[in-house]
């Protein structure tokens, strides 16, 4: 259930992000956007790197490769 969760947490950066960036569009902050959806993008590319040494550790563990 580990997969869904992380779904529904990149999911909720991404929406997180979209009203951020709707909020300062709407203030006259374009600059600022830029630097909202970069960090919205290096947050989820944590969340997947993390995802991906688990399932690598995994796959290391099954065919016991240490």
Do not use: H, P, Q, W
């Not at 009203?19 to 902050?29: A, C, G, H, R």
């Not at 960090?39 to 040494?53: K, Q």
Request: hydrophobic share 55%; charged share 15%.
């Amino acid at each position: 259930m580990t997969g869904l969760e992380t779904i529904f947490k990149i999911a909720g950066v991404g929406i997180l992000a979209a009203v951020i960036n709707s909020i300062l569009e709407k203030s006259d902050k374009r600059e600022l956007t830029t630097f909202v959806t970069l960090t919205a993008l290096i947050i989820v590319l944590v969340m997947v790197i993390e995802m991906l040494s688990g399932l690598f550790n995994s796959i290391r563990s099954l065919f016991n490769l240490y």
